[in-house]
């Protein structure tokens, strides 16, 4: 079978790697023939990883925006950007946008695929270019949904907003109170196309999987849930003290990895997140033995309320990503609204335990005393009561849990175990 996969992000970096561990997975599979069209240009080391964007364009499009940020700064040119609500992470504005033709994306396609997903379309794919890619290839097209962003007016996360489930318009994310505003163009652009491709939908996670049930631009169309697949062989069980050593970690503390945090992202729990360590320093007996390891960058703001020692990590690789969940004790998870993360998925396949709120794929892979704790959602306390629990077991009542996040992983999100689900569905 020939498989086309269509991503705007690299798939070597951040969440792009859904790509990248998709492609080997489909790839396992005697028969298939698998190929990545990425969109913007880089030295791709697999010869079927292709980049859209030309070096030349990248190069001119990078220039450009460095150009139009100091002339902002300097006061000699206003930017052109919409205000929205970065609460709802409103990335595409205008969606009825069709940045690229379906013509150019064909020229650079060398095979006549016999299905093609889609994962991230920001800024690269409309989904006229979608219906346009159907009807040219006869391909059918599979939307493998990150977010929400498919199925709503623009936002990628709608909150307590319930203008999916109709055609959108009084947008809160756009700040609008006119019913029909540019969220609402953009979902009847999106109907228009939806309406009239062979398309179908695939919501990585149960919680995005219920949006998806509900929304009302695929109401008509196939749908179905299929976690996101870890490469098992880069997020495996590991010595923890070789971990450490690697990452520059102490040896003999517990070991508390967050991710990246935002603090102007209200969806990724940092008020909590810090309500939570408030809590915990007087839940635990002895702070100190606590040592908190931070992905990404670390800001004034995050640093001064901490509490506890810290580790800034930096920008990890996807090899030191794992090293990271394999030095640690805990993976912390705050998001409070979020249709992942998929560091859960690759936490839990390195035999991590989890705790994080009743959100996002943490309601599928989090189950309390068997791969972590699930706290209610926004409760900083019960967060606290989380990290606590797992801090406290003991050595056996670890390993066992940890034994059993490994078996949970490969069971459900396994490359093989993913691919003979997404095979299921093509063969549909």
């Excluded at 994306?105 to 095979?111: A, G, Q, S, V, W």
């Amino acid at each position: 079978m020939k498989i086309l996969i269509l991503t705007a992000s690299n798939p070597y970096k951040t969440a792009g790697v859904a790509a990248l561990d998709l492609y080997k997975g489909l790839n396992a599979i005697s028969g298939n023939e698998v190929k990545i069209l990425v969109k913007a240009w880089d030295k791709y080391p697999d010869k079927n990883i292709k980049a859209f964007e030309s070096r030349f364009t990248y190069n001119k499009n990078w220039f450009c925006r460095k150009v139009r940020k100091l002339l902002t700064s300097l006061k000699f040119s206003k930017p052109k950007i919409k205000i929205t609500n970065r609460d709802y992470s409103v990335q595409d504005y205008d969606q009825t946008i069709t940045y690229y033709s379906t013509k150019c994306i064909l020229e650079r396609i060398d095979f006549k695929p016999d299905a093609i997903i889609s994962l991230f379309m920001q800024n690269f794919l409309s989904f006229k270019n979608l219906a346009e890619l159907n009807k040219n290839t006869n391909a059918p097209i599979f939307l493998y949904m990150m977010d929400m962003a498919p199925m709503t007016g623009g936002c990628h996360y709608a909150w307590n907003c319930k203008g999916y489930l109709n055609r959108c318009g009084n947008c809160s994310a756009m700040f609008s109170a006119q019913e029909f505003d540019q969220s609402r163009r953009n979902w009847l652009f999106k109907q228009e196309y939806i309406r009239n491709t062979d398309i179908t939908a695939i919501a990585a996670s149960g919680y995005t999987y219920n949006q998806l049930n509900n929304c009302s631009l695929f109401k008509d169309k196939p749908k179905y849930k299929i976690l996101l697949s870890i490469d098992d062989q880069v997020f495996t069980l590991g010595d923890k003290e070789k971990a450490r050593v690697s990452l520059n970690l102490p040896i003999d503390k517990k070991i508390v990895f967050i991710g990246a945090m935002n603090v102007t992202s209200k969806r990724k729990g940092y008020n909590e997140l810090i309500k939570s360590l408030r809590i915990l320093k007087h839940k635990i007996p002895d702070p100190s033995v606590i040592h908190l390891a931070i992905a990404g960058y670390i800001i004034k703001e995050l640093e001064s309320n901490l509490l506890f020692d810290y580790s800034y990590l930096g920008y990890l690789t996807h090899n030191e990503l794992a090293f990271a969940f394999q030095a640690a004790d805990i993976f912390l998870s705050p998001s409070i609204e979020d249709s992942g993360p998929m560091m859960i998925n690759q936490s839990i396949m390195c035999g991590t335990p989890v705790v994080a709120f009743e959100m996002g794929i943490a309601l599928d892979l989090v189950i309390i005393g068997q791969t972590g704790y699930r706290a209610r959602l926004k409760d900083s306390n019960d967060l606290a009561n989380g990290i606590k629990y797992i801090l406290e077991l003991d050595d056996q009542a670890y390993n066992e849990m940890s034994l059993k996040c490994r078996e949970f992983g490969l069971r459900l999100c396994h490359p093989l175990k993913i691919v003979e689900e997404l095979m299921d569905v093509f063969n549909n």
